[in-house]
């Protein structure tokens, strides 16, 4: 069949042939893109966010017990351990990525718990209640922002996604209408060299 096409009509059809291979090139590199995106997006959600929460609650969970501790013991028991835990929780808190709102919080997060160590050993039991109050105050604050932040990461995500079925219903779209002409071309140059 490429015999009878003329050497002009073989270029045509090279040309098309390259245009659609280009064309299918460049939107892989975008779908790889949005699809590294979306990984990103994933990752950092679970390791900036849900794992930070998981701290977050631990730390709750601690200060909890250390308020059951006060109203209905006097013994300080398992405080020394408690704050030891607390303060490796902190610590791994602090290897997340914080933003710089979430940055603010946990300075003050850590402000206070050294002054609630201060008042554990000097106070009475009211004044270590309100600084259990501020540290609690300053981990749901965070929780919050753990929240909203896990949101817009999922929001980016979702909106990459988005973009990359749009693109690929283009592309389709694009196809076919590269193949619909292209099959165009071929047929009505064949068909007119036929009448010649």
Not at 146 to 169: F, G, H, P, R, Y
Request: glycine share 2%.
């Amino acid at each position: 069949m490429f015999k009878k096409i003329s050497t002009s009509n073989q270029i045509n059809i090279g040309f098309a042939l390259l245009v659609v291979f280009l064309l299918v090139l460049a939107t892989n590199r975008i779908d790889k893109r949005h699809f590294e995106t979306v990984q990103h997006s994933l990752s950092t959600v679970y390791k900036d966010r849900v794992v930070a929460q998981d701290y977050i609650y631990r730390m709750n969970t601690i200060l909890h017990k250390k308020e059951i501790q006060l109203l209905y013991s006097n013994s300080t028991n398992g405080r020394n351990a408690m704050n030891k835990e607390f303060q490796t929780l902190m610590d791994v808190f602090s290897t997340t990525k914080l933003t710089l709102k979430e940055s603010k919080v946990f300075e003050s997060l850590k402000e206070n718990f050294k002054k609630l160590k201060i008042k554990e050993q000097t106070s009475a039991n009211k004044e270590v209640i309100n600084y259990l109050e501020s540290l609690r105050t300053d981990l749901n604050n965070l929780e919050l922002i753990q929240v909203s932040e896990s949101k817009q990461m999922t929001d980016i995500a979702q909106k990459s996604l988005n973009n990359n079925k749009l693109i690929s219903q283009l592309e389709i779209g694009f196809l076919i209408l590269v193949g619909v002409l292209f099959q165009f071309i071929i047929f009505y140059r064949v068909k007119k060299s036929k009448n010649e």
